[in-house]
């Protein structure tokens, strides 16, 4: 099955600085690639996903660029905010073959430093 | 996107016993799925549930510690079935949604702790 590895496992950065988790998966059959953003005590909210057949996607201060012959995808977050401050998980799933389940990476604790 | 709801939002148990998690969702949707997301750790998923078939378990869980039930399209339970402290996690459903149907949204979770 899928494996999907992810790191760092925390993340500190300095208010205003840029962000980067990267994350890799082993399927090469996988096609659909979500990030979640998971405050505590919340659910995982979707912030940004990008499908195989393209090859980067920004959403304002977000953007998530995929590797495919690498089987590697990262998030990157610009001018970072408190507000940013959760754990941010990665997932990997194949879509359209009747198998939709995610494999979720093993999340990445990201704190600003105001 | 549609409008996800768990019951009970938490609950404290005694160790032997079983607990009945309720996801109710706003509108029809064809596939849920139901999660395990123990203290400080990611998310696994613990099934996949269709209406009108049994669902289908992921490596490690089976049916009768995890008893699902889909009796309809907006409608899904998940039962804990004889609980110990390991059992102690956040449990979420999940469905498709979006415009091409492949991004999961999360409920809100429930949060078991066993005794």
């Known amino acids: 099955g899928e494996n999907v590895e992810q790191h760092p496992s925390t993340l500190s950065v300095q208010e205003g600085d840029s962000a980067v988790i990267k994350c890799t998966y082993s399927?090469?059959?996988?096609?659909?690639f979500p990030w979640y953003k998971q405050e505590l005590g919340k659910r995982p909210q979707l912030i940004i996903d990008?499908?195989?057949?393209?090859g980067e996607k920004k959403d304002q201060r977000i953007a998530v660029t995929l590797n495919k012959t690498a089987k590697h995808f990262s998030l990157h977050i610009t001018e970072t905010q408190p507000e940013d401050s959760a754990v941010y998980f990665c997932?990997?799933?194949?879509?359209?073959?009747?198998?939709?389940?995610?494999?979720f990476g093993t999340g990445t604790r990201l704190t600003i430093i105001p | 996107s549609a409008v996800i709801s768990q019951k009970p939002s938490r609950d404290i148990c005694q160790r032997g016993t079983s607990l009945t998690i309720q996801c109710q969702v706003d509108s029809q949707v064809t596939m849920m799925f139901w999660y395990r997301q123990q203290p400080g750790q990611s998310l696994t998923l613990i099934a996949t549930a269709n209406q009108g078939s049994e669902a289908t378990y992921e490596s490690g869980f089976v049916i009768d510690k995890f008893p699902i039930s889909r009796p309809n399209l907006t409608f899904s339970t998940l039962t804990v079935s004889n609980m110990s402290p390991e059992d102690s996690s956040i449990y979420l459903c999940?469905?498709?949604?979006?415009?091409?149907?492949?991004?999961?949204?999360f409920g809100p979770g429930t949060r078991l702790l066993v005794l």
């Open positions: 999940s469905l498709l949604g979006g415009a091409t149907a492949e991004t999961q949204y």
């Open positions: 997932a990997a799933s194949k879509t359209n073959f009747g198998n939709e389940k995610l494999t």
């Open positions: 399927d090469s059959a996988s096609n659909y």
């Open positions: 990008i499908r195989s057949n393209v």
